[in-house]
């Protein structure tokens, strides 16, 4: 068969073998056009029944800072691209959505930020020019604010990677690394310090109330907190040990470095959302 030569339907070029060597298109297997082809294809993309995104989200969850590694490397195709994956994880948060770690109420945001001191006057000034009360506002505000957090989510990537780049300067790399670094540590939060965590907190619930304990109160954002604070911990050690090949010392100062960098960035995120959110209500 690798005698026989194709001409490739997509860019013309002729080529051996099952795949052409410029674009990359598969030469048309007679049941690529069937109807059963198409079923397994929309089942793996409902389910995420993939093998390679399942191989994916297992090496970024037992070998923090693999992916990034392999893939600055050039090492890519046994693994689901990390922009995909990290959609996905996007898409499956905002489908179940317990934990509010990305998305801040009208009330959070005007009273708990450290930035709510610039925000108020623009708010109450809105409250004066349509004359309605701050709950009153708060009700479209917070339909808006929920939405926008999904869209908005990306620039937690952008702000995550500059820190990289800062904490890894001297490791000479292209920008695009830490971008991906950022990627795999944002997919890591999202699959496992929110999905997977909100996931646990249903049938612990459930097994409470059955037994007829209300647990809810303990469950609580403190508690949220010091966990995903720990497995933040497990994941950023682990990545500098393996990403840019850190010393256990040097891992260590740059774990608390980016600790810190996360929690910023989080402030800042909140205050794009913010904007966002005030000029679309
Ligand atoms: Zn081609």
Not at 115 to 137: C, F, H, N, Q, T
Not at 217 to 237: E, H, K, R, W
Request: hydrophobic share 50%.
């Amino acid at each position: 068969m690798s005698d026989v030569q194709h001409t490739c339907v997509s860019c013309g070029q002729t080529h051996e073998g099952l795949y052409c060597h410029v674009c990359g298109e598969k030469r048309l297997d007679p049941n690529d056009r069937k109807l059963k082809y198409y079923l397994h294809q929309l089942v793996s993309a409902v389910t995420f029944a993939d093998n390679k995104a399942w191989r994916t989200l297992r090496s970024v969850i037992v070998n923090p800072g693999k992916l990034s590694l392999d893939y600055a490397a050039g090492r890519r195709v046994s693994y689901t691209a990390p922009v995909s994956l990290f959609f996905i994880g996007n898409l499956i948060y905002f489908l179940i959505p317990i934990l509010e770690t990305f998305d801040s109420s009208l009330y959070v945001q005007t009273q708990m930020m450290p930035y709510k001191s610039w925000i108020m006057p623009s708010v109450e000034g809105r409250l004066a020019d349509r004359s309605i009360s701050m709950d009153e506002y708060a009700v479209a505000y917070n339909a808006a604010s929920t939405s926008n957090a999904k869209l908005l989510l990306i620039t937690m990537v952008f702000l995550i990677s500059i820190g990289f780049a800062v904490v890894a300067m001297k490791k000479n790399r292209y920008f695009g690394d830490h971008f991906i670094m950022s990627l795999e540590v944002n997919i890591y939060n999202l699959f496992v310090n929110t999905i997977a965590l909100a996931l646990l907190i249903f049938p612990i619930v459930l097994i409470g109330q059955l037994a007829g304990a209300d647990l809810r109160p303990y469950l609580n954002d403190q508690l949220f907190t010091v966990l995903i604070l720990f497995s933040l911990i497990y994941f950023l050690f682990r990545s500098f040990r393996t990403m840019y090949a850190c010393t256990t010392g040097g891992a260590a100062w740059r774990t608390v470095f980016m600790l810190a960098w996360v929690a910023v960035s989080l402030q800042a995120y909140r205050f794009i959302l913010f904007w966002v959110t005030f000029y679309t209500t």
